[in-house]
Every structure is written in C-alpha cells, then in structure tokens.
C-alpha cells in the first residue's frame, strides 16, 4: 500500500482540500494524442492518449467528474503518475466535454454507463492483448461502478477505482443545498446550464432545427439553481426519465455495489462537502471483491498531504499503486 494519507495541516478543512488544486495546482504538461471515437448513435466521445502503448500493457481509462474534462488536474495528474509506473493510459471526456458540444441534445450524465460500455468496447478492439483497468472521479467514478454491477464478470475491466463518488445522487443534491456547499452547487448549476446554451448556439447556427426544438421544448434555461431543477427540468426528460427523483434512483451507484464482481477500490473522505457521510457504504454494502478506504479527511477529489512547498498527491501514489499490485 501507499503511504497512508495523512491530511496537509495548511490546508485545514474539506473545502481547502478540494479547492487546492483546481485553483492553485499547476496541472502537469503531458505529451497526448487525441482519439475521436464515433459513437453507435452518430455522437463522439474524445479520447487522450497518454504513456507507453504497447500492444499487451495494461492500459488505464481515466474518467473524469462533473463539469470536468480530460483537461481536469485530477486526471493529468494520474495519467502522469501512471506513465511514471509504466502504465499507459486514456482519459475519456464525456460528450460535450472536450472543448465542443456535442452533436445531438441529449448529454452526459451520472447514468451514463452504456456510453462507458461502447468505450470499453472500443479499447478492447483497439487493445485485444491489453489488460483494461478504469479510474473513475466523482460522476465518473459514480458512471464506473454502475457500469461494473450492471455487467459483473462481463465488464470488460480487469481492475477499478473510484474516488469520491456520489452513491446517491438524491442524497447528494439534497447535501449540496447546505452551507457553504451551496458555492459548489452554484458553480455546477452555471456551468451545465451554459453547457446547454452552447448546444444550442450550435444547433442554431448549423440549421439543425430539430436538435434545436428538442432543447427548446425542455423550457427556458433560467430561475434553475439547484440539482433538483436541472435535473427534473433537464437530465431527466432529456434521457429519458420521468422525473429528478426517477433519475437519482436509477442512476445512483449505491444500487449496485453488491454486484461487482472484479476487483475494485473506493477512495473516500468522510468530510467530503459534497456527500453526507452517511451515504458511504459499509463492509455490508459491498461485494466481496471490493475494497473499501475510508479516510476522516480529504475533501472531494482532494486527499493532498506534504508540506506547503512540496505538497504532496495521495491519489496519484494509492492509484497506480494498487492497480499494479
């Protein structure tokens, strides 16, 4: 095992530990190579290349969090971790993640586990002799552990990660609606609700009128500020669910921890500001082949340690760590 995780004590606090790096860290510069996946529906997904490729190394997809991209510090740090170990690795964007929207009206979201099963079906024909581990973070890690119960030995991934994950995403809305987690849910709201407007400007401009009118149909954009708007107003009947409640429900991974069946861990801080600590499971809650890691501290995404002027990535040591153990 890594060395354990012991918090950094300048950054006291879970909101020091998950605004750090975003705001401060000078993300990694990594040499990669962008791959354009066409989806079955005649969508795209964008793929970053990272590390030494080799026909049968094991190769690491990096999936990122909510509002993030490939570009997050979280998944640049890990990618460079990870080639430092000698692992090769591709971090996917999301649909409308990689710097353009994406082409149709429907988007990502924390179900989204059949646009993960077409990308792991596509590294498997690209990598036949590869072992396929996933590292997932927040919605990503959320996405993963949905896609691994839903599959259990048929998965496709030999071994997982999932860091700070929202297993109910009711629970979760309800948490960021409280204190100053209200700043984060703010940020989330603006950002997915311009991720909408960006489409739009797309449809318009390339005549699509009936992308457009599937968009306009969901009602205006404004006086949304709260997951459960969105996401009663937006994600569900853009992906066809009945309501915010039905979404949650059926997207949450806590549904289907008990049904995984490959190796995997779960990174988590129970002060995390974006979850209640009660929605982390317990021994209990888990299939026998996961393992569950639970610190007091850490944030959301954050789990930094060291000292102020060299600080130090506990993610970025535990990860490929325990994927190459």
């Known amino acids: 095992m890594a060395r354990p995780f ?25 040499e990669r190579v962008r791959e354009r996946l ?20 094991p190769l690491v997809l990096v999936l990122h ?13 890990v990618q460079r971790a990870l080639a430092d170990r000698g692992l090769a690795s591709v971090a996917l964007n999301w649909r409308g993640c990689s710097g353009e929207p994406n082409l149709l009206p429907r988007a990502y979201h924390s179900g989204a586990s059949e646009d993960l099963a077409e990308v792991i ?11 396929l581990y996933a590292v997932g973070y927040s919605l ?32 979760c809305a309800d948490r960021m609606g409280l204190g100053a987690s209200r700043m984060y849910q703010r940020y989330f709201v603006r950002r997915m609700i311009a991720y909408v407007r960006d489409k739009q400007r797309l449809f318009a401009h390339q005549g699509m009128a ?21 996401d009663g107003r937006i994600t569900a009947p853009l992906h066809g669910y009945a309501d915010a409640d039905d979404y949650y429900r059926r997207a949450s991974s806590a549904f289907y921890l008990k049904a995984i069946r490959v190796p995997t861990l779960i990174i988590q801080a129970k002060d995390d500001p974006f979850i209640f600590s009660a929605c982390i499971p317990g021994p209990d809650d888990v299939s026998e082949t996961t393992k569950l890691e639970s610190w007091d501290k850490g ?11 060299r600080p130090g990535f506990y993610l970025e040591r535990r990860i490929p760590s325990w994927l190459k153990g």
């Open 65 to 77: 969090g909510l509002t993030g991209s490939s570009s997050s510090h979280y998944v640049l740090g």
């Open 6 to 30: 012991e918090p950094a004590w300048w950054l006291p606090g879970p909101h020091a530990q998950t605004l750090w790096a975003p705001l401060l860290r000078r993300p990694p510069v990594l």
């Open 121 to 131: 079906g596509h590294l498997q024909r690209k990598r036949p002799l590869a072992p």
């Open 38 to 57: 066409w989806l079955q529906d005649s969508d795209f997904i964008d793929l970053d290349w990272h590390g030494p490729h080799t026909a049968d190394a």
């Open 210 to 230: 009936d992308r457009l009118s599937a968009l306009e149909k969901l009602g205006p954009l404004d006086g949304m500020r709260t997951f459960w708007d969105f």
């Open 299 to 309: 944030g959301h995404v954050g789990f930094i340690d060291g000292p102020l002027r």
């Open 140 to 171: 990503g890690g959320n996405v993963l552990l949905k896609h691994l119960g839903e599959t259990g030995t048929a998965s496709g991934i030999h071994k997982a990660v999932a860091v700070s994950v929202p297993f109910r995403l009711d629970q």
